[in-house]
């Protein structure tokens, strides 16, 4: 399976994932994408992919903007979004955080049988379901 990381998460994050995980394909936005590429930009190019990504996302404001939100609805895409918190963590704390809870995100990815969205909390290694992704409320 191939997991995408936003821009929001460290590409040295995703070499450490590439090298962890072995099974899947991991994807920086760096690895395709201009630093800069609008988020409903890189969500159409994998929504077009004929082999769909599940995404982690390092922003949850992603679900409430409307345009990002719409794209998103229509993709097809799994989404991993992680809680606010993550990003405030020490780069070694938030390495580890992941590694433990990866496992759990790779097999919530494997598993479900609509896109959905998920959010990952910063304690715990748990991942919590929150909707089908077609179903993504509209504000």
Not at 39 to 51: F, P, Q, Y
């Amino acid at each position: 399976m191939k997991f995408f990381l936003d821009a929001n998460i460290s590409d040295r994050l995703a070499r450490i994932l590439e090298i962890f995980d072995v099974e899947n394909q991991i994807r920086a936005l760096s690895d395709e994408f201009a630093p800069n590429t609008p988020d409903v930009e890189w969500l159409g190019t994998l929504a077009r992919e004929s082999e769909k990504s599940a995404v982690l996302c390092g922003d949850g404001r992603i679900l409430r903007n409307r345009a990002e939100a719409q794209v998103l609805r229509e993709s097809g895409l799994t989404m991993f979004v992680l809680a606010p918190g993550w990003m405030n963590l020490r780069w070694e704390d938030q390495a580890w955080k992941m590694l433990k809870t990866w496992p759990r995100i790779v097999d919530n990815a494997l598993k479900v049988r609509r896109p959905s969205i998920f959010r990952v909390p910063v304690s715990g290694d748990k991942v919590e379901f929150l909707f089908f992704t077609a179903e993504l409320p509209k504000r």
